[in-house]
């Protein structure tokens, strides 16, 4: 996908784990890199830097931006804040989520830098990306618009078939369909649904599985 001025997204599949309640379960995610041929946003940071820099190829990454903080989402985020000098940008309402990974006040615990919030707008490559709070699959979830590339990026909130699970801690079945019908089904129905885990798909596609 490209437009005008090189603004595209890049993307790449990593393959490790996710682990809550216990559990622990063999999961691809894929890798979003939005942006142009100078600068760029990583959505989300699983599994593997290498990877990641490979999808940034050389361009300076503006922000590390975290669609929720499960732990096959946030885990490789403070090892590519080092590698790239980039900040860690997370929703609060999952610092429950983030600390079960790295840790929470204590001395040498992992914080992210910045917090997102519903309706902030991020700018890359002469874009605006803006943040949508879709709360559910977890409390911080956010979606990612960014209207002149025609898609959103919603992490683990909206896949191919309907809405992420919920069957966890922290999460909510109720409310992420609300999330979801109130914030994201009333963007355009060719908008592309760029998701955390397998194969993208549309609003539209989407509006009969909600």
């Avoid at 490979?54 to 590698?83: E, K, N, S």
């Avoid at 609300?178 to 009333?186: A, C, K, P, V, Y």
Wanted: charged share 20%.
């Amino acid at each position: 996908m490209s437009a005008g001025g090189g603004l595209r997204v890049d993307h790449a599949v990593v393959s490790g784990t996710f682990s809550l309640d216990g559990q622990t379960f063999d999961v691809d995610n894929n890798v979003w890199v939005v942006g142009d041929d100078e600068e760029c946003l990583v959505v989300d940071a699983p599994h593997d830097v290498d990877a990641i820099l490979q999808v940034v190829a050389g361009r300076r990454v503006r922000a590390i931006v975290c669609t929720h903080a499960h732990d096959d989402h946030v885990r490789v985020a403070p090892a590519l804040r080092v590698a790239t000098g980039a900040p860690i940008l997370l929703h609060p309402d999952d610092r429950p989520l983030w600390e079960l990974t790295h840790g929470g006040d204590e001395e040498g615990a992992e914080l992210w830098d910045v917090d997102l919030s519903d309706g902030q707008a991020l700018t890359v490559g002469g874009t605006t990306v803006t943040v949508i709070h879709t709360p559910g699959h977890a409390p911080g979830a956010v979606c990612l618009h960014v209207p002149d590339l025609g898609c959103v990026f919603t992490g683990d909130t909206l896949f191919e078939g309907g809405p992420g699970a919920t069957g966890r801690s922290y999460s909510d079945a109720d409310l992420i369909k609300e999330s979801i019908r109130s914030r994201l089904l009333g963007l355009p129905g060719e908008t592309v649904v760029h998701t955390g885990h397998g194969p993208d798909t549309t609003i539209g596609a989407e509006r009969v599985n909600v």
